[in-house]
């Protein structure tokens, strides 16, 4: 089985997530909401998880309109 590498976006709240969703899903870039890993935080929450070859183009629509506090690799078989 082969391994899909995707990354996760974390912001400081769940309204940031909120709005980041409206971007995205505005922009036509693929995204789903998922609870943050607990390796990543103790706290309840969601965040973004995003194919890597999108996360560039990610980053960019974001910058400006919500900030994205950390970026992190995400493995899955």
Do not use: Q
Request: overall charge positive; some cysteine.
């Amino acid at each position: 089985m082969s391994r899909v590498f995707r990354r996760v976006l974390l912001f400081e709240s769940v309204s940031a997530v909120l709005v980041a969703e409206k971007v995205l899903k505005d922009r036509g870039i693929p995204y789903k909401l998922i609870p943050v890993p607990k390796h990543l935080s103790s706290d309840c929450g969601v965040c973004i998880r995003v194919n890597v070859e999108d996360l560039r183009s990610t980053e960019e629509i974001l910058t400006g309109k919500v900030k994205v506090l950390s970026t992190h690799e995400l493995s899955e078989t």
